[in-house]
């Protein structure tokens, strides 16, 4: 953006939100700014895998009217709802707990007897409450990885995580969810991601292999089938995972 086109948008935020929303905007952009430098240089990417706040950028992006991207429209959303609803529907299976249920569209097609989905953006989980507001079969919950603390309140025959996991940027945040989230099934962790390490210019993205800390971190659940994506321009994969018994 040219510094005619962002002096543009600054009087366009001052006129419209005052100087305090002015303010608050050229904080959050600056930060932005650094945190891209930070990415861009192997030496301080860790610093920026530290620093790097996943709750304030999908606040901020539901907050701005924005979706969950385009895994979640058209024949993407189809191809996870089609193979998803088989499984849920092959495997009797009656409950259903997501970590990062999203702005809800992915859902709209989804046939579970009892839906629980868990999104980081207060936004986000206001959008889906009143888009399933007739429907008592979906509740929505606000989720705070380093004050969530589940004593078996939340379980499900299945725990689902879609396109979710290489947005997890720092490691106090992937960690904790995985656990949180393979702590909550009682038999079924389905995760749909890309499954390989790479830094990426995105900031909101880091793609890891995951397997290998899910084979170390919880050796009592076996992968015991992988889909692969239809869409070759998608990089993530069905990975399935079944808890031992026993």
């Known amino acids: 953006m040219s510094k005619a086109a962002l002096a543009r948008r600054a009087v366009e935020i001052a006129m419209t939100e005052g100087p305090r929303g002015l303010a608050s905007r050229t904080t959050t952009f600056l930060r932005w ?3 891209a430098l930070l990415e861009a240089n192997e030496r301080t990417r860790p610093l920026y895998y530290r620093l790097f706040d996943s709750t304030s950028y999908w606040e901020q992006r539901y907050a701005d009217s924005r979706d969950s991207g385009p895994g979640s429209r058209g024949g ?3 191809f996870k709802t089609d ?10 299976v009656e409950t259903v707990l997501e970590f990062g249920c999203g702005d809800g569209v992915q859902i709209e097609l ?3 007897p009892s839906y629980i989905g868990l ?9 889906c409450s009143e888009r399933f507001a007739t ?8 989720y705070d990885p380093p004050y969530f603390v589940n004593r078996g309140a939340l379980e499900a025959e299945l725990v689902l995580s879609l396109e979710v996991v290489f947005h997890l940027v ?3 945040t992937f960690e904790k969810t995985m656990h949180d989230m393979f702590e909550a099934s009682s038999k079924y962790v389905i995760i749909f991601s890309s499954n390989h390490n790479e830094p990426t210019p995105e900031l909101h993205v880091r793609h890891r292999r995951f397997t290998d800390y899910v084979e170390d971190e919880f050796p009592n ?9 239809e869409y070759e321009n998608r990089v993530s994969d069905f990975y399935v995972y079944e808890k031992q018994m026993g």
């Open 221 to 229: 659940f076996d992968l015991v089938e992988k889909i692969e994506n």
């Open 83 to 92: 193979f998803l609803n088989t499984f849920v529907d092959e495997n009797d």
């Open 135 to 142: 429907d008592e079969t979906k509740s929505f919950f606000l």
């Open 33 to 35: 700014r650094i945190l």
């Open 170 to 172: 720092d490691d106090a």
């Open 110 to 112: 989804a046939e579970y």
């Open 76 to 78: 993407h959303r189809q």
């Open 119 to 127: 999104e980081i953006s207060e936004s986000a989980i206001q959008e």
